[in-house]
């Protein structure tokens, strides 16, 4: 499927600080994909770099294959978020939504978005009372404004309770339906991982991996499983010498990868280690843990499949 946002070669210094480096990647249309890396990889810079809120030393960030000033009208290209703090505080939440649609030339009914977003209640009140949550959620009414084909946001989940986080999980899968882009960031991985289509995965200021969700978690998981032993190093020392690798070893757990259940069980055996608990681990979380753990070094194909 053609691209429908596309960084090539973006490099963004500020100053001495390399904020991105040659970031490279592609989001297909009509898919959620998630922006994922720990806080200070660089992907808020990239979001600011679409949207043409900075400008890029060198490479481009394209939408729909030009940049976001060529469009006619950006705000029905784009509607985009990357704060929570998007409203003036002695401004209503129904005149902030109305002002936004005025900007991006639509004419989105303010109190049907509020309704959308659940703050058909509030719409009359001033945004500074409001919570994190709320703002969130008027954040998202904002940046749909517009009408428009691609959603760019911001940890977007920041300040929502498990059942926020719900609903707006239901609100993009809601706007792919409906054939529209979602491209969200986020650090919050194990909350995205029923979510997302696609990822991009950027780490330190480069991109490590790009594709399927599925493809990530099936390249940097394959038989990934938990031990519990109270033999814990000489369990390791054990599975070392049978070719697996050990990820991690947290009191008496430890966290193996290569090497399949039964193997352990049997190496386990032949050594005389007893073994507590066998848990095999997979999961966008756990996948990517061991991805960025292993450095900015290609991790998948940047094509989209």
């Not at 053609?2 to 001495?16: D, M, V, W, Y």
């Not at 990357?82 to 900007?103: F, I, N, Y």
């Not at 940046?143 to 059942?163: F, K, Q, S, T």
Request: proline share 4%; net charge negative; hydrophobic share 45%.
């Amino acid at each position: 499927m053609r691209p429908i946002l596309q960084a090539e070669n973006l490099t963004k210094r500020f100053g001495s600080l390399a904020a991105l480096r040659n970031v490279s990647f592609s989001v297909r249309a009509g898919a959620i994909t998630g922006f994922l890396g720990p806080n200070g990889a660089g992907k808020t810079t990239t979001l600011r770099l679409f949207l043409e809120l900075v400008r890029p030393t060198c490479g481009a960030a394209l939408i729909d294959g030009k940049p976001l000033h060529e469009w006619p009208i950006p705000g029905r290209k784009v509607g985009a978020v990357l704060d929570g703090h998007c409203a003036h505080p002695g401004r209503r939440a129904v005149d902030t939504v109305r002002l936004a649609a005025r900007l991006a030339g639509a004419g989105a009914d303010a109190e049907e978005l509020l309704d959308q977003v659940g703050l058909a209640d509030v719409a009359g009140q001033r945004t500074g009372a409001f919570s994190r949550g709320m703002l969130q959620r008027l954040a998202l009414a904002i940046a749909l404004a517009g009408d428009p084909e691609i959603v760019i946001l911001d940890e977007p989940m920041n300040g929502l309770d498990p059942e926020g986080i719900a609903w707006i999980k239901d609100v993009l899968r809601g706007l792919r339906g409906q054939g529209r882009t979602v491209f969200i960031s986020s650090h919050l991985l194990a909350e995205l991982e029923d979510l997302v289509d696609d990822l991009v995965v950027i780490a330190q200021g480069e991109v490590v991996g790009s594709g399927s969700a599925a493809a990530f978690v099936d390249r940097f998981q394959p038989q990934t499983v938990s031990v519990l032993s109270d033999q814990p190093q000489a369990l390791a020392t054990a599975v070392t010498g049978a070719g697996g690798q050990v990820l991690d070893i947290n009191g008496q757990r430890v966290l193996i990868s290569g090497l399949a259940s039964a193997q352990l069980g049997e190496i386990a055996r032949d050594a005389g280690i007893a073994l507590f608990a066998l848990t095999e681990e997979r999961g966008l979380h756990m996948a990517f843990t061991i991805a960025t753990n292993l450095g900015t070094e290609p991790l998948l194909d940047t094509e989209q499949e």
